[in-house]
């Protein structure tokens, strides 16, 4: 069965204030992290593009909220929670839980 990405991220969504916070920053890759930037998403969106195009997913967490670019490699994350990685106002990294 395919999965695409936006039917695992709606799944997400729709659960995502059920799981138990865990303590991310001991898992995030130093690539990701300063620190501060990395946080589990809050909310997620569409954007839909005015004329053609594909829609673009907006993130957001305590850090900000941000436009993931559809080129961005996305990270398996290690508590079951999609968690995004914010630098001013690009997304470094994001982590969504695995495909089940």
């Known amino acids: 069965m395919k999965v695409s990405l936006t039917a695992v991220l709606s799944v ?3 659960t995502a204030f059920l799981c138990v916070p865990a303590r991310a920053h001991s898992w995030y890759p130093k ?3 300063s620190g501060n930037d ?3 998403v809050e909310k997620v969106a569409w954007l839909m593009p005015a004329g053609k ?3 673009q997913l907006v993130v957001t967490s305590k850090i900000g909220t941000a436009i993931v670019p559809h080129d961005l490699p996305v990270r398996e ?3 079951g929670r999609m ?3 914010i630098q001013d106002v690009w997304v470094v990294c994001l982590f ?3 495909p089940m």
Do not use: R, T, Y
Request: proline share 19%; with cysteine; net charge negative.
């Open 12 to 14: 997400f969504a729709a």
């Open 31 to 33: 690539e990701c992290c």
């Open 38 to 40: 990395c946080a589990p």
């Open 53 to 55: 195009g594909l829609p």
């Open 77 to 79: 994350s290690k508590d």
């Open 83 to 85: 968690h995004v990685c």
């Open 96 to 98: 969504i839980p695995p």
